[in-house]
């Protein structure tokens, strides 16, 4: 899209300097983007154990399309935990098992007869470690998830696509001279935005993420944060995190999980719009935790 | 910094001492290395200089050497043929798909493998093995003969290169198992997970993840295998009976020798120069088999590099 390119250099010319300047950035996201109606999940009654330990209880909610979800509370209450059962990651963790339903598009992805790694290609994940593959350049990286699903992907339309992904991670610019050096030569914050631009490749309806920018300095933070302001367009996101600037700041609708007491199971709180979340919550509990006054 | 000598904090110590039986060890590999290669070298000697007349046979020492170097690294080829795609399967079977109770199982009776004496090895190649598999002789001789490896006679004991070779195969296939699955079990469990969450089954992580992080460790474990059928004595001498000729045919009765194996079957009746010339052919084996690691260290280093 040559019209794209020029855009960005109408922008750039008036564009305002924040430290951000250093990083690719879309100046005008709701300009640039379309929206793309994304996949609503519907959450009834999960339970989720490890062995014998019940380590979620009874969750129910549901995850708005074309939102940023972000799932707030202290340590150990399961937020991951809940997070990997929407895409059945919580699977390889051997001990793990997850009872109840999660409905994505009228199909109940626990149902028998679900293949996960079906279910893994439309919810994609970013995790809190960047991870790209180290022995894969940048652009296989980027390719890995395409040639595992359409193995008969043309060249040409490939490099488009990883093309659109990088531009889509607000990578492109940085690395659009270095497509075949290892993903590893990378810095923290753009190996992340690597990863991310490796899971929107495949064009997934949902992608989760476990605190995606906790390793990353605060520049690489916020520049994640505008990445999901920018994707929740196209897709539905769910976002683990700590920072509670970054889920005010990034997020639709937070839910916010607590536990009573250790060795009690977690259970979500409440959900609502992130603004009612930070400034009335319904339950005390939450006033607690978002006012820092929780333990 | 001499001043500070004196003061030296006793952690600085154990290090220091470490170090330097570090040191020392890897010194004593070193020399006696070099006291093999010296040894080799000056009891080689007479039958490098000795005029061909003097020589078994009245060979020239290239002459004699030739097959059974051939011999050597024909049979050692084929075995890594063999056994790395073997070992390779066996160990992402046993990693990644066996159940449970039987993965441990499994895992303890290819270790024990290792375990078998050679001559046992050599027993199993003439009794067993040999025999079972001369269908697959006349199967390979009949149809597939216009491959120059598969043609001519099939021997009727199996007591053949291509035997040697699946004999030798068996007998590397412990440890080039046991170091793929120790590496494959290492992982990193944040790579595993990135495959699974781009929608990757079980083979396409093991292909994306696995094999390209065990594939140096692969490469050493191939290598060491490698080395242990080139130096392999008994299994080789028992199979086959040799013919001193060069061939690549895989299924007939007529077959080079290697080196290790003619060393012990010919040492115990030689004197004279013929003992400096089993000596000689030891040397060849020696030079073989350090070019071989090399090669290795080499190959593995620039995968590293590639990863990197
Ligand atoms: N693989 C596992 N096996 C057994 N128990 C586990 C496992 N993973 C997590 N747990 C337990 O489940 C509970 C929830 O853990 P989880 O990792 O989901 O918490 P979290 O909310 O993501 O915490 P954090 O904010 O620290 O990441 C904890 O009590 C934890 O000890
Ligand atoms: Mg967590």
Known sequence: MPSETEFEKVVDGVGEHSPLDLIERPTKPAERQVTEVAS?????????????????????????????????????????????????????????????????????????????????????MVFQQPNPFPTMSVYDNVAAG???????????????????????????????????????????GQQQRLCIARAIAVEPAVLLMDEPASALDPISTLAIEELISELKHRFTIVIVTHNMQQATRASDYTAFFNIEQSGQPGRMVEMDRTEKIFSNPTHQATEDYVSGRFG | MSSTEASTPPSQRGDRVFGALAKGAGITILVVLAGVALFLLVEAFPAL???????????????????????????????????????????????????KRIAGTLGSIVDLLAAIPSVVYGLWGIVVLGPAIVPLHEWLADHL???????????????????????????????????????????????????????????????????????????????LGLGRALGETMAVTMILSAAGVVSFKLLTATNPSSIAANIALQFPESSGIDVNVLIASGLVLFAITLVVNMTARWVIARSNLVNA
């Not at chain 1, 940023?68 to 098992?97: D, P, V, Y």
């Not at chain 2, 030739?66 to 043929?81: Q, R, V």
């Not at chain 2, 053949?160 to 080039?176: F, N, Q, S």
């Open chain 2, 49 to 99: 200089t000795a005029p061909a007349s003097e020589l078994p046979d009245g060979k020239s020492l290239i002459a004699y050497v030739a097959p059974l170097a051939f011999g050597t690294l024909l049979s050692a080829t084929l075995a890594i043929l063999i056994a790395v795609p073997l070992a390779l399967a066996v160990a992402i079977f046993i990693s990644f798909y066996a159940p």
């Open chain 1, 40 to 124: 609503t999940i519907e959450v009834t009654n999960l339970d989720i154990y490890y062995g014998a330990f019940h380590a979620v209880a009874d969750v129910n909610m549901t995850i708005p399309p074309n939102a940023a979800t972000a799932l707030i509370g202290s340590s150990g209450c399961g937020k991951s935990t809940f997070l990997r059962a929407i895409n059945r990651m919580h699977e390889l963790t051997a001990t793990a098992r997850a009872e109840g339903s999660i409905v994505m598009d009228g199909q109940d992805i626990y149902a028998p007869g679900v293949d996960p790694v079906e279910v893994r290609s439309k919810i994609g």
């Open chain 2, 145 to 223: 003969s216009f491959i120059p490896f598969f043609a001519g006679q099939a021997s009727a004991t199996g007591r053949t290169m291509l035997t040697v070779g699946l004999v030798l195969a068996v007998m590397i296939l412990p440890i080039i198992t046991a170091i793929s699955r120790e590496v494959f079990l290492q992982t990193p469990r944040k790579l595993t997970e990135a495959a699974y969450g781009l929608g990757a089954t079980k083979w396409e992580m093991i292909r994306m993840t696995v094999i390209p992080f065990g594939r140096p460790a692969l490469i050493s474990a191939s290598m």
């Open chain 1, 146 to 188: 395409l040639k595992l699903n359409n193995r008969k992907i043309k060249k040409a339309e490939l490099d488009e696509i990883v093309e659109k992904s990088l531009r889509g991670a607000h990578l492109w610019n940085e690395v659009k001279d270095r497509l075949n050096r290892s993903g590893m030569d990378l810095s923290g």
